[in-house]
């Protein structure tokens, strides 16, 4: 399939803020909100942000959160669509989705966590090179120094959309974690992935993650050590790993220690991933943790996993 770069975003650009998953904080909201119109964009709220339409731990039903998503692609007057927050609920409604339409209008798509399952559908059923990267949400309740580090990356990955920088060299920030090799070695391909539960719960359906010849990103939040080496099994059982040229590893960030002994995270990285023979590096501040910066999916990228480099290959918005 044809890969899509989104049109840029410019100066007075209007952007869909939208929450296809749960709700947002309505405090954090506010200040990403004042975050893009500082920035020089407009902002149009869709239904199920504006709107109190929450449904347990859904922002909406999933009619409601399916057809937000379908207007803010279908309406031209709309020039990106970025997500308020992740979650829960992306699984429940792709099969909701207008796929064919959403293919003709390709925009600026910007979110992660429980949003890798619309970038997996729409980068592979669509084409389309989309954004990990921050959500319109900057969750006040991680602290002063939290807000502060999301503020920032939300301002870069705008500046970033609006072709006001270019993304060359992918590289963790001053304040985050060195990069540790895992595998050595160099691969190129297209990058793909997420949030590993997200991954593994499309294996089997339409939308299973294909990374074959791509370079899969993994990254995920509170759960048990069990849980992330059960699922890293899990794609190694798919051979998703070993299908991939190479792997980088973001944050594995706020695990559940179980009682008593057991194998550290990086143990268990290092062996199921290490495992799978692919270049690999462990630490890319992407994700839950203090910094989350914006990532290509589905653009070209190279990683020389012994020199710990990570390196987009073209430009990421038209």
Known sequence: MKVQRPPKLKKNSKVAVISPSSNPDHVGIKIG?????????????GDTTRKLMTVGTLAATDKARADDFNWAFEDDTVDGVLCATGGYGSMRILDLLDFDMIKDHPKPFMGFSDITGYHIALNQLCGMVTFHGPLVDVDPSKGEEFIKTQSEDLKRAVRLLMGQEELHEVSNPPGGMMLMTINDGKATGRLCGGNLTLMTGTLGSRYELDTKDKVLLVEEVKETYY????????????????????????????????????????????????????????????????YNGLLPLNAKVAVDATEREITVLEPIVE
């Open 227 to 290: 849980y992330i080496e059960f699922h890293l099994t899990q794609l190694r059982l798919c051979k998703k790993l070993e299908q991939s040229r190479a792997v980088l590893m973001g944050e594995i960030s706020d695990t559940l220690k179980p009682e008593g002994p057991c194998p550290s995270v990086e143990e268990i990285v290092r062996e199921r991933v290490g495992g799978a023979g692919r270049p690999a590096v462990w630490g890319l501040c992407a994700g839950h943790g203090m």
């Open 33 to 45: 909100i004042e975050i893009l119109k500082k920035s020089g964009l407009r902002v149009e709220l």
